[in-house]
C-alpha cells in the first residue's frame, strides 16, 4: 500500500516542471494615500498581463522571494473572461471587451457581434481632450493593443488593421515590430510620419524633449520575450515615458493601456520560465504606474488579465530558495476568472466578481465621462 502511494506520488509530481529565480527583483510599496479615494480621477492606467492567471501571477510571486509589487495593491476583484460565442475567449474579444465595453465573437476586434464598429476607450477618450497611449510588447497588431485602435472582423487582417493604426487618436504607441512593417510595405512607416508621428526604433533613444506624436516601432530584438534577448529595461522604461509624455500633452487627463503580452506566449509553449520571467518584467511596469499614481494622486491604476492561459497548476516550491513548479493542463487558453488589481482613487469600483465589459464601464464612470 505504502509502495503504490509512494508510486502515485511520484509519477504526479513528475508532471511539474521546476524552475529556480537566480535573483530577486526590488518591489515597489505604494503610499496608499489616495487608495480607494472618493475624489477626481484624472488618469487611468489599465495594464494588461496577457494570460495572466493568478497561478501565474502567485508564481512570480514566490519565485521574488514572496513579494511583488502587484500583490501590494489592496483592491482586488476577480474578472469573468467568456466571449459572446465562446465559453473560451481569446485575446481578440477579451481586448475589445476591454477597450469598448462589448462582447464580441472571438477573433474579432473592435466590433460587435453584426460586425458593427464599436466606438473604443482611446476614441471615446481622446475625443473629450484626454491623451491616450498603447505600450505593449507584442506586434502593434497584436490583438490586445490593436484593440484599442482597429476595427476589424478577423484579427488575422494585418493590413487592415495596420492602415486603422494610421488613423489612431492616440499620441503614443509602442510595439514591434520593423519586420511586421517591412513585411507589409516600407510606404507605411512613412504614412505614420505623415500622420505626425515621430517614428523610431531604439527604445534607448526615446526623444527628452517630447514630440507632439511618437509611435515606438521596436526592433526585432524588443519583439522577443526576455529569455530569448528582449531588453528587461523595455517594458518598463517606455511606459515610464509614456506616463510622463502623457501627462504633458492633455490637462485633462490622460489613458495608458500597457501590455505584458509575453506571458501568454510563454504560457502557450508550457514554459515555466518564461511565465515567471515575463511576469516578473511586467511587475517593474506595473511598479512605474504606481510610482506615477503616488507622485500625481488623481491616477487610477488597474492591473488585470485578459484571460488564463496554460490551465497552469504550481506544485511544490520553496520561496526562499525562489524556485517554483509548473504544470499546465492546455497548450491553449482557459475559461477560469482572472485576477484584477486597483490603485488610487475609486480602486474600490473594481473589487468583486465583474464581467470583463464592466471594467470599461467602471473606468468610464470612475472619470465622470459619458459614452
Ligand atoms: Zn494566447
Do not use: W
Given at each position: 500500500?505504502?509502495?503504490?502511494?509512494?508510486?502515485?506520488?511520484?509519477?504526479?509530481?513528475?508532471?511539474?516542471?521546476?524552475?529556480?529565480?537566480?535573483?530577486?527583483?526590488?518591489?515597489?510599496?505604494?503610499?496608499?494615500?489616495?487608495?480607494?479615494?472618493d475624489r477626481k480621477v484624472k488618469n487611468v492606467i489599465l495594464?494588461v498581463?496577457?494570460?495572466?492567471?493568478?497561478?501565474?501571477?502567485?508564481?512570480?510571486?514566490?519565485?521574488?522571494?514572496?513579494?511583488?509589487?502587484?500583490?501590494?495593491?489592496?483592491?482586488?476583484g476577480?474578472v469573468?473572461?467568456?466571449?459572446?460565442?465562446?465559453?473560451?475567449?481569446?485575446?481578440?474579444?477579451?481586448g475589445t471587451a476591454y477597450a469598448t465595453g462589448c462582447k464580441?465573437?472571438?477573433?474579432?476586434?473592435g466590433?460587435?457581434?453584426?460586425?458593427?464598429?464599436l466606438p473604443n476607450m482611446t476614441e471615446i477618450l481622446s475625443g473629450k481632450g484626454y491623451a491616450t497611449?498603447?505600450?505593449?510588447?507584442?506586434?502593434?497588431?497584436?490583438?490586445?493593443?490593436?484593440a484599442f485602435?482597429?476595427?476589424?472582423?478577423?484579427?488575422?487582417?494585418?493590413?487592415?488593421?495596420?492602415?486603422?493604426?494610421?488613423?489612431?487618436r492616440a499620441?503614443?504607441?509602442?510595439?514591434?515590430?520593423?519586420?511586421?512593417?517591412?513585411?507589409?510595405?516600407?510606404?507605411?512607416?512613412?504614412?505614420?510620419?505623415?500622420?505626425?508621428?515621430?517614428?523610431?526604433?531604439?527604445?534607448?533613444?526615446?526623444?527628452?524633449?517630447?514630440?507632439?506624436?511618437?509611435?515606438?516601432?521596436?526592433?526585432?530584438?524588443?519583439?522577443?520575450?526576455?529569455?530569448?534577448?528582449?531588453?528587461?529595461?523595455?517594458?518598463?522604461?517606455?511606459?515610464?515615458?509614456?506616463?510622463?509624455?502623457?501627462?504633458?500633452?492633455s490637462?485633462k487627463g490622460f489613458f495608458l493601456m500597457?501590455?505584458?503580452?509575453?506571458?501568454?506566449?510563454?504560457?502557450?509553449?508550457?514554459?515555466?520560465?518564461?511565465?515567471?520571467?515575463?511576469?516578473?518584467?511586467?511587475?517593474?511596469?506595473?511598479?512605474?504606474?504606481?510610482?506615477?499614481?503616488?507622485?500625481?494622486?488623481e491616477t487610477l491604476v488597474i492591473?488585470l488579465?485578459?484571460?488564463?492561459?496554460?490551465?497552469?497548476?504550481?506544485?511544490?516550491?520553496?520561496?526562499?530558495?525562489?524556485?517554483?513548479?509548473?504544470?499546465?493542463?492546455?497548450?491553449?487558453?482557459?475559461?477560469?476568472?482572472?485576477?484584477l488589481?486597483a490603485?488610487g482613487p475609486h480602486a474600490g469600483d473594481f473589487?468583486?466578481?465583474i464581467e470583463n465589459t464592466e471594467v470599461f464601464a467602471r473606468i468610464l464612470s470612475a472619470l465622470n465621462v459619458k459614452r
Amino acid at each position: 500500500m505504502l509502495v503504490a502511494s509512494a508510486f502515485v506520488a511520484l509519477s504526479a509530481s513528475a508532471q511539474f516542471t521546476p524552475y529556480v529565480s537566480p535573483a530577486r527583483q526590488a518591489v515597489y510599496t505604494p503610499t496608499y494615500r489616495t487608495d480607494g479615494a472618493d475624489r477626481k480621477v484624472k488618469n487611468v492606467i489599465l495594464l494588461v498581463g496577457d494570460g495572466m492567471g493568478l497561478a501565474h501571477m502567485t508564481a512570480a510571486l514566490h519565485a521574488n522571494g514572496g513579494d511583488l509589487t502587484m500583490a501590494r495593491m489592496r483592491h482586488i476583484g476577480l474578472v469573468r473572461t467568456q466571449s459572446a460565442n465562446r465559453y473560451i475567449t481569446d485575446s481578440a474579444a477579451a481586448g475589445t471587451a476591454y477597450a469598448t465595453g462589448c462582447k464580441t465573437r472571438n477573433g474579432s476586434l473592435g466590433v460587435d457581434t453584426a460586425g458593427c464598429r464599436l466606438p473604443n476607450m482611446t476614441e471615446i477618450l481622446s475625443g473629450k481632450g484626454y491623451a491616450t497611449g498603447i505600450v505593449t510588447t507584442d506586434k502593434i497588431s497584436g490583438a490586445t493593443p490593436s484593440a484599442f485602435y482597429t476595427h476589424q472582423p478577423q484579427r488575422s487582417m494585418t493590413r487592415e488593421i495596420l492602415s486603422d493604426l494610421l488613423r489612431t487618436r492616440a499620441l503614443f504607441v509602442a510595439g514591434s515590430s520593423v519586420s511586421l512593417f517591412n513585411a507589409t510595405g516600407e510606404e507605411r512607416l512613412d504614412s505614420l510620419r505623415a500622420q505626425g508621428f515621430t517614428v523610431l526604433h531604439d527604445f534607448t533613444a526615446l526623444p527628452a524633449r517630447a514630440p507632439e506624436k511618437v509611435a515606438l516601432i521596436a526592433c526585432d530584438r524588443d519583439a522577443t520575450q526576455v529569455k530569448d534577448g528582449r531588453d528587461t529595461a523595455y517594458l518598463r522604461s517606455v511606459t515610464r515615458y509614456a506616463l510622463s509624455f502623457l501627462d504633458q500633452k492633455s490637462k485633462k487627463g490622460f489613458f495608458l493601456m500597457v501590455e505584458g503580452a509575453e506571458i501568454d506566449h510563454a504560457a502557450h509553449n508550457g514554459d515555466i520560465e518564461g511565465v515567471v520571467r515575463e511576469t516578473l518584467d511586467f511587475d517593474k511596469a506595473v511598479a512605474e504606474a504606481l510610482r506615477f499614481a503616488d507622485s500625481n494622486g488623481e491616477t487610477l491604476v488597474i492591473v488585470l488579465a485578459d484571460h488564463e492561459t496554460g490551465g497552469l497548476a504550481l506544485g511544490d516550491g520553496d520561496m526562499a530558495q525562489g524556485k517554483v513548479s509548473g504544470h499546465f493542463a492546455t497548450g491553449g487558453h482557459s475559461p477560469v476568472l482572472v485576477p484584477l488589481y486597483a490603485y488610487g482613487p475609486h480602486a474600490g469600483d473594481f473589487c468583486g466578481v465583474i464581467e470583463n465589459t464592466e471594467v470599461f464601464a467602471r473606468i468610464l464612470s470612475a472619470l465622470n465621462v459619458k459614452r
